[in-house]
């Protein structure tokens, strides 16, 4: 039988980051995909250059960035200031809605301001027990039902009232009522990711900068992890049983208890699947913007975005994202026909030729935070950890992060096993 030290599943960004700052080369790292990358793939094509999903970076450590960039040689990075609008109507609203809705019509500004005003007022202790009460008790009817709740539907794919109040996290711009009337004279439309860098080729630019300090013969591609045996601390690959001392997986928490036999509480984890369209047309589209989101219900897509505004090319080319609940069935080449014709009546394209397109379906893509998601993550994790069973990453730790936050994670981790 193979005997390794660290066993790490997954080949993306946080299984990459944990064996770069690993010290002990005593490592193999399962992937069951063909090629590294996990999410974080990019894809080449008649030119274009294509994302799984819009993956767009910014970087709160500048250490990091430092690291992964020293370790792109030649390889150009824009900086771009981020240029995002709600398509209202038939209006764009500069993004954050909340923080723009005096560019509404004047009676739905009028609406806004009020409903926000009395919200404010009346808030209560015990009036956010869940992400739309938040919503509602934060910023009123009018915001809450012309934006915030449709367009997190969408996205979601579920009833918001079922997600915990901080579901989004960080990512979730919030707003005071005074800041919400300054930015009325002075726009201020800062965010967490005012602005943004993509390097020349793609996301994958990112994970070869990690994997460059990783040795690729202790990858092993397309070899699954079936079947963990806790007490015996001995793994089952589609190939081979490997003991190990410890193992460390990114792949999804349900999935990964799932096979240790542990017992736990399977509706506690719920998902949304995201399918995205990228799309290559013959000619330039809409300048000066880089993503637009539609809360209209009757348009398919929650989002799309413009890489050639990102790269400043000369042939429009899209991401177009749909969100679903987990457990649709989910007919691509009918979404598809759907896609192309909400682009022509949004206007997006007018008369352009689809000259080359990718479509990938993200399963799972937004974890739906709970209160009894993350209670059930907490209890499960201590039973793995004390068998040497280690969960991180995106989903791995069933949460909603960046590709920064799953290295700083994966960094501390490397520095924990590195110190005894
Ligand atoms: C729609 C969308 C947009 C996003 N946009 C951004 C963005 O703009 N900026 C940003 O920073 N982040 C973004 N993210 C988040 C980013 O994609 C993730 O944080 C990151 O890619 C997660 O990396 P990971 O290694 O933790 O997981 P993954 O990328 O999921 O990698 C896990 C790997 O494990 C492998 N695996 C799974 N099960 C097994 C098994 N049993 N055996 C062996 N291998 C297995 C998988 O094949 C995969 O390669 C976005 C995510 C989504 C869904």
Redo the contacts with the bound molecule.
């Keep these: 039988m193979d005997e390794v030290r660290h066993l790490i599943?997954?080949?993306?960004?946080?299984?990459l980051a944990l064996a770069a700052w690993l010290r002990d080369r005593d490592y193999l790292i399962?992937?069951?995909?063909a090629q590294i990358?996990?999410?974080?793939k990019t894809v080449e094509r008649d030119g274009f250059t294509w994302d799984y999903?819009?993956?767009?970076?910014h970087f709160k450590h500048p250490d990091i960035e430092a690291w992964l960039r020293a370790r792109m040689p030649g390889q150009a990075v824009r900086t771009i200031a981020k240029k995002t609008f709600i398509r209202y109507g038939e209006r764009m609203i500069d993004f954050p809605f909340q923080k723009n809705i005096h560019q509404l019509p004047q009676d739905e500004f009028i609406d806004c301001l009020y409903d926000l005003y009395f919200a404010a007022q009346e808030a209560r202790p015990g009036g956010e027990d869940n992400f739309k009460a938040m919503l509602y008790s934060r910023f009123g009817r009018a915001i809450a039902e012309k934006f915030l709740i449709p367009y997190n539907e969408k996205l979601y794919a579920c009833d918001l009232a079922t997600l915990d109040r901080d579901a989004m996290g960080r990512f979730f711009p919030h707003a005071e009522l005074s800041e919400i009337i300054r930015n009325m004279r002075v726009a201020d439309n800062a965010s967490y990711n005012a602005t943004f860098t993509y390097p020349r080729g793609g996301a994958i630019q990112y994970v070869n900068a990690l994997a460059s300090e990783v040795d690729p013969g202790r990858i092993a591609l397309e070899?699954?992890?079936?079947a963990i045996d806790l007490t015996r601390r001995i793994a089952r690959t589609s190939r081979r049983e490997i003991r190990f001392e410890r193992l460390i997986s990114?792949?999804?928490f349900p999935?990964l208890v799932s096979i240790t036999g542990v017992t736990y509480d399977m509706a506690a984890f719920d998902w949304n699947k995201?399918l995205?369209f990228n799309l290559g047309f013959d000619r330039k589209g809409a300048r000066d913007v880089h993503w637009v989101y539609y809360p209209d219900r009757t348009v398919s897509f929650y989002r799309i975005g413009y890489y050639d505004n990102i790269f400043d090319s000369d042939r429009l080319s899209l991401y177009v994202?749909l969100g679903y609940p987990r457990h649709a069935d989910v007919d691509v080449a009918a979404a598809r026909a759907r896609v192309l014709e909400d682009l022509r009546r949004v206007g997006v394209i007018d008369g352009h030729q689809l000259v080359a397109e990718h479509s990938v379906l993200?399963d799972p893509?937004?974890v739906h935070i709970t209160r009894r998601s993350l209670a059930e993550h907490k209890r499960l994790s201590r039973v793995l950890q004390a068998n040497g069973v280690y969960s991180?990453?995106?989903?791995?730790g069933w949460t909603y992060?960046?590709?920064?936050?799953?290295i700083v994670e994966a960094r501390a981790l490397a520095a924990d096993f590195n110190s005894v």
């Design positions: 599943v997954g080949a993306g960004i946080s299984g399962l992937e069951a995909d990358g996990g999410y974080c999903s819009g993956h767009f970076f070899e699954p992890l079936i990114s792949a999804p999935r995201v995205v994202e993200m893509a937004y991180i990453g995106r989903y791995g992060c960046s590709i920064e936050d799953n």
